[in-house]
């Protein structure tokens, strides 16, 4: 999406899905607040897996001070 995701305070995001072909790969983006800062202390986390499995298995990363994180 390569205008982003619009979202609003406490909104959560579900809905979305990449389609990547199998290889060995790194799956990187950008996590951009926009009008406001997220508070003190919090933390993001981004967590890839497959539509048909459960959390199990998944793949994830922790997105850094600039907002960027690698899968």
Avoid: C, W
């Avoid at 926009?34 to 986390?45: K, S």
């Avoid at 981004?46 to 539509?51: D, E, G, I, Q, T």
Wanted: charged letters at 25%; hydrophobic letters at 45%.
């Amino acid at each position: 999406m390569r205008d982003g995701i619009d979202m609003e305070a406490g909104q959560q995001l579900t809905g979305v899905r990449v389609v990547l072909a199998h290889s060995a790969l790194k799956l990187r983006g950008v996590l951009k607040l926009v009008g406001a800062a997220a508070p003190d202390g919090v933390r993001f986390y981004v967590n890839a897996r497959r539509v048909d499995s459960l959390m199990q298995g998944s793949s994830g990363a922790e997105v850094d001070a600039r907002g960027q994180f690698v899968i």
